[in-house]
């Protein structure tokens, strides 16, 4: 582990060097206006275009919705409970079964396509934090991941996030009303929002939907990489090697299908983590865009602290948790001390494809927990993990702030630290 900053003068040439091009505000502003998801293809400019590509995935029915459940792999049928709530949010589409949420079925992929791709055969999969709703603040990650190493970059969306999300769960005058509700009916509830108040209604009344919607997320990037090996895809090599750049908790899912390996898909994969990497009782979501503090409690409480009640009692979360590789690498990723030996005997393996970069001020993510994880509670395991920080006020949720008064400190920060992800990526 190494730590850096980026003062002053570093700063300045950054700016000196690129002053003839666009900055990170600029780049904002103008993918913002451009990325239009209703557009099949669009040009950005002479380096980049993007093309918005329809999935319809075949894994929902591993959602709750119906009484009885399937496994093909082992041909096994389930009975459990519906997923049906009667919280009285019907307007604001919170208490809808998981498996009739048609946005979570069939969406679209929006893919960054270099004009020189001098790497035909490698692209990356852009996997985004919990409780997002927008690919707008991702837009300039993915143009300069895709510009700077001539890959392909495809913005995967999470079940129930970004296009995969009711659009009412992000009414703001909806949200406002029902954050109020949990404020009146929870009066020690911290950081309730608008913003957080939909996941957090809906992981709080079924803290399980973590499991299925993260399940269905791993099922449909395998689905994907399965449609682009047949040639369903025209700008996509069939014979393409995926890389994971990762955020936040798109790294607990990009660790899961990494260690996994499903179809020795990801056996030469790259793994580059940006505020990511712990194991999840090492994080601390509490945040008025992330979750609020009872949905917290719950979810902690579920995963963690009861998972072995649950899983006596839910003969089909035993049999995905414990005979399913996936399953078993989830419950590696849950707790830091639970199978910390043959996770860390994992994580030594493949240390080599792992880059990480964490910040000293992310409250959500802490750096330290970030390095124990990579690195292994001992700091024995040889994983590259750079400790950094930001010469300006940032948050985990926002590290590149688009303020005018601060946006050559931002751009350095953006340049310096995208350029350490694309230089790993490029050697």
Known sequence: MRSTKYPIFRLVVFNLYYRNLMDYLDLYNLLEAKVNPNETTIEIDEFVSVQNQTFQSTNWTILQGNTQLHCKEHNLDFHDEIFKTDLGYTEEGLDLIDSEVNENKEFNFHIFIPRQ??????????????????????????????????RCVVLCPMAFHMNRALSVWSDRRLMHSVSQCRKDHFPDLLQSSFSNVAISTRVQSKPQRFIWSGLQTYYDIVQ?????KAGQYASLNPDMQFHFFSYSIGTFLSEILKLTDPKGYFTNAKLLAFCGGPTF????????????????????????????????REKRLYHYLEEHPEGHSFRMMLDFKVKRLEREKRFREISSQIFAIALEQDKVIPAYD???????????????VIVTDFDYPYTHENPFVNK??????????????????????NK
């Open 224 to 228: 994907f990489i399965d449609e682009v």
């Open 117 to 150: 791709q001098k790497n035909e055969k490698e692209a990356i999969l852009l996997m985004h934090g919990f409780n997002e709703k927008s690919w707008t603040k991702y837009l300039p990650w993915a143009y300069c991941l895709a510009k700077n190493t001539h």
């Open 370 to 384: 970030v390095v124990n994880t990579l690195k292994g509670a001992a700091h024995d395991i040889p994983t590259e």
């Open 404 to 425: 005018e008064t601060i946006r050559d400190k931002v751009d350095g920060a953006f340049r310096a630290t995208f350029n350490q992800f694309c230089d790993y990526l």
């Open 281 to 312: 009782n090492r994080l601390t979501p509490v945040s008025k865009a992330i979750l609020d503090s009872e949905a917290n409690v719950a979810l902690y409480s579920y995963l963690v602290e009861h998972l072995e009640s649950h899983l006596k």
